[in-house]
């Protein structure tokens, strides 16, 4: 349903009062939509001056009938309870609980409706965002009444995107209903323009004018667009796949360094996980009023806590399996079985509720064709600070020479002197601390339940495998591939036979080089 | 490697009676007597001692070639599935809609004809050699290529894990023809014998304690005669067992393969008895979950996995019931205790007095 | 040592089972029992466990009021585990060993087919509180969730009339209940003149968590001017990065509305729902629904779960109904035998927590209001349409070419559950 507005052309004399908003109430919570909307449209159309207020709350959904009193209300949660003012006159009133309340109830046609209504009244608003917002909120939506003011306001516009945006929608507007001149000039305005608005313009000129030169000019300039639209999508892919391989090296690179470099075969591995998403979960419950910093401040606790726990594992369980280490499958196994059934019967069996950061929340518009996903960015960089953290670490340092020594020949590191229980301990506490930030980053992107672990211990291992076991690198390059590769096949095979052809793509690379994409040379590997 | 003959025929004669005596506590037994076995109970067994079938299966390249394959449940479900597709035929026209032509769920899809795969499968025979034949042949292929390009360890164990995660994805599709998700059900004749009846109730758990026992049999000539030697020869040190001059690649290929007919025909009678199967019965983790039993009944003996295997589904049933929101803690402890304690698995416990 | 260490096993072993046995609840002697087979651990813990707990908040008030035919009632709780064999298993268990009256349980579509066997044959009762793909109706099944014209045709209806949706997309997980959905919803779309290029369909698999490209496809065929709507059959697990992946591309409900059939407050109450405001879900009931049964409901369901923070949700409704079904039912036939209390379920009327009242028809199916609501930024919904009365579950689909022809009715003297009018056969169950 498009709405054609011609609400600034309205002039109609209406109420100043404040009180306009109680003497619309039955119609306001009628079940008839008709009614509801005249009743918006009246408020719109009136000079009260709580009226913006109220069509705001009217979005975000805030407005309310008290029961009692039948009062129309602003009502904000606080827990499980509502704080009121009232909406007339902005005095405050008690608290209640939501059943006190009744709801003055939109549905998204009437958030549309609405959201242009603002749109035409933030027109002339001082806040230069704001009235870029108001030209955006009414593209494509304006009739030819409601487009000659926008014009005189247009040439009073002192902002340079302001006036862009509102070049952009008055060409929209003339492309179709324009005179020939005006249209003329729309189109050397949209001319290398990729909107989507402007492409739906210029597709129903091309079908429906009677012009064969404005057919010839839109079906051109429509060409162009597409061509260029095709160089993005070939990005959008990219980008897609490299966020995916990011996730998958995440989600891995923990593993990469108990499995790979110690050689347990941690089944734990999603599981720690698991722990560092509820660890942000926790963080976030302790400071609700800054999600924002949230994430920041959950790195580090999800490493400390999952690193802990994977130092209680080393200590009172793996430590007595070097040298079978096979059965650490079946230890870990078991450990994997009780951290699940912990969080479910200490915590909850549903899954919580994180929250994402606004930084993360929303996309980076590179033009109207391109847009990249700022959790998957951000995403995509953590992933590589963790691995060249890592890097550093087990290249770099004492400790990583310590490390490296204790995995490749473990009697031979004592003789030197090296402490190799404390080193066990340590190594398998930062990979299991690693596994924690993980799912610090997993937690913005999908469920944190009890069955967090489960969803990534499968991929995680053909990741590291794949990869080639004990190298951080092969770790890196096998789970970008990978995401890139299911990424490409993705749009012909469908998700589900791109994973499948992927996984068989994996045994048979495994065929050709049977240790992986970097193999671990030396003679410890043998054994 | 200790050998415990004396667990070994007690064993042997424990599954013997259990499977003559468990058929005639049931039909026999006045349904009042104190040794009366229900029904439900001879179907969990039977369940059970196709486990330890399957357990069995992994054990004989786990535990005397060094194989481990995370990737058992893709043979098992495949048996299955073989079986399923037999049972799912002789449903004929009983099923919702009563087209005698196809199985329900392809109707449901508006399919006008069943793919080839299922040319022949309302004859047992037809079925029979599918239930041998797939897992063989998919266990042939894949160990054909993976043994001679020599890909060992874990690097083995993670490509059959990543085989039967494929396969199980592959399943799910509805396009496959095997009934994505909801599988393979409402059975009801096996060989014109109502599934429903106690008297085919027995006679499967009768097969299952036999397939067994000949499986048990097997295996043990198997590992006794001088293959079974080379098989174990090659668990401990592979390269000189090459350099020696065995052909290391063809023992390991036709020790993958009956392994993998062995954990078919456990599938195949695995269906009838719990009267479903469907593509998670593939899940990657399902087959660790074998590994698991293996390991804690003690690989490296044909005993032990049957232990193994017998103990934790008992355990499991049993936990499940009695404490439902608990169970998985007692499982968790269970398997952390036990390898802890336990390095030999169950059956290290009687090391030391059959010695 | 080794034997020490040995020895401190089998003594560990040895108390845990000690332990363990001494825990078994006795039994009380004169009681009626009532299966409840939920999963409470694997995949789908997440959505069964708080059905678990409605039935044993369910028998609790039931027992307060002084139970059933003069007797207390007693909950039997095992955990299938989210295994679908084992779901057959421990219905049999259910029945068998603890001999049980009813079981009220299932969430999937193949636990409930792993179920419908067993139940059957040992002729006990199943309720089964889920929405599901229809074409299905048993002796022994009572099927208390929607079928799929009291939730997906109606769903669609609205966004034809009320928001002129023209293009179409069918997002869904791949398994039967979407793809039937899908079916009966493309075969009714193509009827009311949609052109096939107008339809979308897309299937994913189980736990699918990388949505980029398909929110991307979905952006795009959205983009053409026409208005389209999703209609989404996702399964639960994959909901949320599904819904956050819309979110970020900025994918809004004014725009494409998405309206899904697996969402509820439950599934809302794991993730944060500012960014989703307006997009729909069609259900039989929202916790939101203003009436006294269930303001009464849901005080009742957060003392008894210990937290003002849950939520209720539409197959806890369903069980609400069937529970209080058979009760009346089983009263009414003054026995817990299985035929008695299925020839007196049909008929049975009891209020639903909407306000109204819903009774069993003679398929096995209920009569319920349909309702669609807007997502809030509270995990609400809103309700912004219902249907005018109440609508009937049909078990048979009249879009799907095999089934317009079967109907079921299991009264005498049809009591076929798919019996085919044109050539008047009985295939399957019968009495």
Redesign the interface.
């Known amino acids: 349903m498009v709405l054609v507005l011609s609400l600034l052309s309205v002039t109609a004399v209406a109420s100043e009062d404040n009180e306009l908003i109680q003497t619309l109430a039955p119609e306001l919570l009628s079940k008839s939509k008709p009614k509801r909307l005249m009743a918006i449209d009246e408020i719109a159309a009136s000079s009260a001056p709580r009226k913006a207020l109220w069509l705001q709350a009217m979005i975000d959904g805030d407005l309310y009938q008290l029961k009692k009193t039948d009062e129309i209300v602003l009502a904000t949660r606080q827990g499980n309870t509502y704080s009121l003012t009232k909406a007339s006159d902005g005095t405050g009133l008690d608290s209640v609980k939501k059943r006190a309340l009744r709801k003055i109830k939109i549905d998204n046609a009437m958030r549309s409706y609405l959201r242009s209504l603002i749109g035409t009244l933030a027109l002339q608003s001082d806040d230069t965002e704001e009235r870029f917002q108001a030209v955006y909120s009414l593209l494509g939506k304006v009739d030819s009444d409601a487009v000659e003011p926008i014009r005189k306001l247009k040439s009073q516009e002192k902002s340079e995107r302001v006036h862009e945006a509102m070049g952009l929608l008055i060409s929209i507007h003339d492309l179709e209903n324009g005179t020939a001149e005006q249209q003329a000039d729309a189109f050397e305005f949209v001319s290398g323009r990729l909107d989507n608005d402007v492409l739906n313009s210029l597709r129903r000129l091309s079908e429906t004018s009677a012009d064969k030169q404005v057919v010839a000019q839109a079906v051109m300039l429509l060409d162009e667009a597409e061509s260029r639209k095709r160089w993005y999508t070939y990005i959008e892919t990219l980008f897609f796949g490299v966020s995916l391989g990011s996730v998958l090296v995440v989600a891995a690179i923990g593993l990469a360094i108990t499995f790979g470099v110690m050689g347990v075969i941690n089944m734990a591995h999603g599981e720690l996980i698991m722990l560092g998403a509820y660890t942000t979960y926790f963080i976030q419950q302790l400071m609700p009023s800054a999600i924002d910093y949230s994430l920041i401040l959950a790195v580090p606790a999800a490493f400390i806590v999952s690193g802990s726990v994977g130092v209680l594992i080393e200590r009172t369980v793996i430590r007595h399996l070097y040298g079978r280490k096979l059965e650490t499958l079946l230890a870990t196994f078991g450990i994997s079985l009780l951290l699940q059934q912990a969080v479910r019967t200490f915590i909850s069996p549903q899954n919580v509720a994180v929250i994402n950061p606004s930084w993360m929340t929303g996309s980076w518009v590179v033009n109207p064709a391109l847009s990249l996903t700022l959790n998957r960015l951000v995403i995509i960089a953590f992933c590589l600070f963790v691995f060249a953290v890592l890097l550093f670490v087990l290249t770099r340092t004492r400790f990583g020479l310590q490390t490296r020594a204790v995995a490749q020949n473990r009697q031979m590191a004592r003789a030197m002197g090296i402490r190799s229980a404390r080193v066990d301990a340590m190594t398998f506490g930062l990979g299991s601390g690693v596994a924690g930030i993980a799912g610090v980053a997993l937690s913005q992107l999908g469920n944190v339940g009890p069955n967090l672990g489960q969803s990534y211990i499968i991929d995680s291992f053909i990741v590291v495998v794949f990869g080639g076991v004990g190298s951080l690198w092969g770790t890196l390059v096998a789970g970008m591939s990978l995401g890139i590769g299911n990424k490409l096949l993705e749009p012909w095979a469908g998700a589900v036979l791109a994973k499948i052809l992927l996984l068989v793509f994996i045994i048979l690379f495994i065929q050709k080089r049977p240790s992986g994409l970097f193999p671990q040379r030396g003679r410890a590997v043998e054994s | 490697m200790p050998t415990y003959p004396l667990i070994d025929r007690l064993l042997l004669i424990a599954l013997v009676l259990l499977t003559i005596t468990v058929p005639i506590l049931n039909l026999g037994v006045n349904a009042d007597h104190a040794l009366y076995i229900?029904?439900?109970n001879v179907?969990?067994l039977g369940?059970y001692l196709c486990f330890a079938l399957l357990a069995l299966s992994v054990d004989l390249v786990w535990g005397y070639l060094g194989i481990?394959s995370l990737g058992h449940g893709a043979f098992f479900a495949l048996g299955g599935y073989a079986m399923g597709m037999y049972l799912v035929r002789q449903i004929g026209?009983?099923?919702?809609?009563?087209?005698p032509d196809l199985p329900d769920?392809m109707?449901?899809?508006?399919w006008q004809e069943a793919p080839w795969f299922w040319t022949g499968m309302e004859h047992f025979p037809v079925a029979l050699t599918a239930i041998v034949l797939a897992p063989g042949l998919l266990a042939f292929v894949?160990g054909w290529?993976?043994f001679r390009?020599?890909?060992?360890g874990?690097?083995l164990s993670?490509?059959t894990?990543?085989?039967t995660?494929?396969l199980m994805?592959?399943f799910?599709?509805?396009e496959m023809g095997f009934g994505?998700?909801?599988?393979l059900?409402?059975?009801k004749d096996i060989w014109g014998f109502s599934l429903?009846s106690n008297e085919t109730r027995n006679a499967l758990f009768v097969a299952s304690g036999v397939a067994l026992l000949l499986g048990y049999f097997i295996c043990q000539k198997i590992v006794r005669s001088r293959a079974g030697l080379v098989a174990q020869a090659i668990r401990d040190a592979e390269s000189r067992t090459r350099f020696i001059g065995f052909n290391v690649e063809n023992y390991k290929l036709w020790f993958f393969t009956f392994s993998a007919i062995l954990a078919g025909i456990a599938g195949a009678l695995y269906v009838p008895q719990?009267?479903?199967i469907?593509p998670?019965?593939m899940a990657?983790?399902g087959s660790?979950?074998v590994?698991?039993w293996v390991?804690?009944g003690g690989r490296g003996s044909l005993y032990g996995p049957i232990i193994g295997a017998l103990l934790v589904n008992y355990a499991k049933?049993w936990?499940?019931?009695?404490?439902?929101?608990?169970?998985?803690?007692?499982?968790?402890?269970?398997?952390?205790?036990?390898?802890?304690?336990?390095?030999n698995g169950v059956m290290?416990?009687f090391n030391?007095k059959a010695a | 040592m080794i034997n020490q260490s040995k020895r401190k096993a089998i003594g560990a072993f040895a108390m845990t089972f000690a332990a363990l046995t001494m825990t078994t609840p006795v039994t009380a002697a004169d009681t009626i029992k009532v299966g409840v087979l939920h999963s409470l651990s694997g995949t789908m813990a997440i959505s069964e466990t708080t059905l678990k707990d409605t039935m044993l908040m369910l028998i609790d008030q039931q027992n307060e009021k002084g139970g059933v035919l003069g007797k207390e009632l007693e909950a039997v709780v095992v955990d299938p585990a989210s295994d679908w064999p084992l779901f057959a298993e421990k219905a049999r268990e259910l029945i068998e060993k603890e001999k049980v009256s009813a079981i009220f349980g299932a969430w999937t579509s193949v636990s409930r087919k792993s179920v419908l066997p067993v139940i059957e044959e040992l002729n006990s009762l199943l309720f089964y509180p889920v929405q599901y793909e229809g074409e299905e109706s048993s002796k022994n099944v009572f099927y208390t969730g929607a079928s799929p014209n009291q939730q997906a045709i109606p769903a669609v209806e609205y966004l034809m009339n009320e928001v002129g949706a023209v293009r179409w997309v069918l997002a869904g997980t791949d398994y039967v209940y979407p793809r039937t959905t899908n079916k009966i919803l493309e075969a009714y779309l193509l009827d009311k003149g949609v052109p096939q290029e107008d339809i979308m369909i897309n299937y994913t698999p189980f736990g699918h968590s990388d949505w980029q490209s398909i929110v991307a496809e979905i952006k795009q065929f959205g983009s053409t001017g026409k208005k389209t709507a999703v209609v989404s059959t996702v399964n639960g697990d994959a909901n949320v990065p599904f819904y956050k992946e819309l979110a970020n591309q900025g994918v809004s409900a004014e725009d494409i509305p998405v309206v899904a059939f697996s969402v509820g407050e439950e599934e809302l109450s794991g993730f944060d729902t500012s960014p989703l405001v307006g997009h729909l879900a069609a259900w039989n009931y929202f916790m939101s629904v203003e009436s006294d049964e269930n303001d009464e409901f849901i005080d009742a369901w957060q003392s008894f779960i210990g937290s003002e923070e849950r939520v209720t949700n539409d197959p806890m409704e369903a069980h609400y109904i069937g529970f209080n079904m058979w009760v009346k039912a089983v009263e009414k036939a003054g026995t817990t035998d299985t035929n008695a209390v299925e020839a007196a379920m049909i008929g049975v009327s009891v209020p639903n927590l909407s306000g109204g009242y819903s009774s069993m028809l003679p398929n096995h199916h209920i009569t319920k209001p349909v309702l669609i609501g807007e997502i809030q930024d509270d995990g609400q919904f809103d309700i912004v349409w219902e249907t005018s009365g109440l609508v009937a579950g049909d078990a048979w689909s009249d879009f799907l070419p095999e089934s317009k022809n079967l109907i079921s009715d299991w009264r005498a003297p049809m009591a076929c559950g798919n019996y085919n009018v044109t050539t008047g056969a009985c295939s399957g169950q019968t009495l």
């Open positions: 229900e029904t439900y179907t969990l369940k481990l026209d009983r099923g919702v809609y009563g087209n769920f109707v449901f899809l508006n894949f290529f993976a390009s020599r890909v060992n874990v690097y993670i490509i894990q990543a085989m995660f494929a994805l592959a799910f599709r509805n994505g998700n909801n599988g059900t409402d059975f429903q719990a009267g479903i469907n998670s019965q990657p983790l660790i979950e590994v698991v390991a804690l049933s936990f499940t019931a009695a404490f439902p929101e608990y169970w998985l803690f007692a499982l968790g402890a269970l398997f952390v205790i036990s390898t802890l304690y336990l390095p290290g416990l030391r």
